[in-house]
């Protein structure tokens, strides 16, 4: 568990359920994630996904808590073969919660998790959407670096559109 002035940050629980639900079962969230990040966002979402955190070893899935409920959600990937090096990270808010510096809290907090974690770990990236200026401005704050646009790199509700990539090494960290 990460204790930081806005928010708590700790393993998904059973019973994050209902916020999750809740928090996650918005439009305006589902629209920035990948397609595994379903909308509507129901019950057996939810049981799935929590099952999945659950099983996770490493751990490195947290749930943003937020004046005592699940809020949110941040983790990493860890790759393999030529790129275990590298870990890309990815993150959502309730929209309640938004532009309260939380999610730059939990960015800076985790990134420095994982590189205490993971000592063969050189890298963390992260490819929001284009269109998401506030997920680029949290990366930044964070002290991530725009390495680049990736032109026509992904498909979201039928649309093809450019990623941005941004990405913090160990040193800046």
């Not at 639900?21 to 129901?42: E, K, L």
């Not at 929590?50 to 990493?76: K, N, S």
């Amino acid at each position: 568990m990460i204790t930081l002035s806005s928010c708590v940050l700790r393993r998904w629980r059973p019973e994050d359920a209902e916020s999750l639900i809740r928090h996650a079962n918005d439009r305006r969230v589902s629209i920035n994630m990948r397609d595994a990040f379903p909308y509507p966002y129901g019950a057996e979402d939810a049981k799935r996904f929590l099952a999945q955190a659950a099983a996770m070893r490493p751990e490195t899935w947290f749930a943003i808590v937020v004046d005592g409920e699940a809020a949110g959600g941040i983790g990493y990937t860890l790759h393999q073969d030529v790129e275990r090096v590298s870990a890309e990270i990815g993150y959502w808010l309730g929209t309640a919660h938004w532009g309260k510096g939380i999610m730059t809290d939990a960015l800076r907090a985790v990134t420095a998790d994982a590189f205490r974690e993971h000592p063969e770990l050189r890298r963390i990236y992260a490819v929001p959407f284009a269109w998401n200026p506030a997920s680029a401005r949290v990366l930044e704050k964070a002290g991530y670096t725009l390495e680049g646009r990736m032109r026509q790199s992904a498909i979201k509700d039928g649309k093809v559109t450019d990623q941005l990539l941004y990405a913090i090494v160990r040193e800046e960290n």
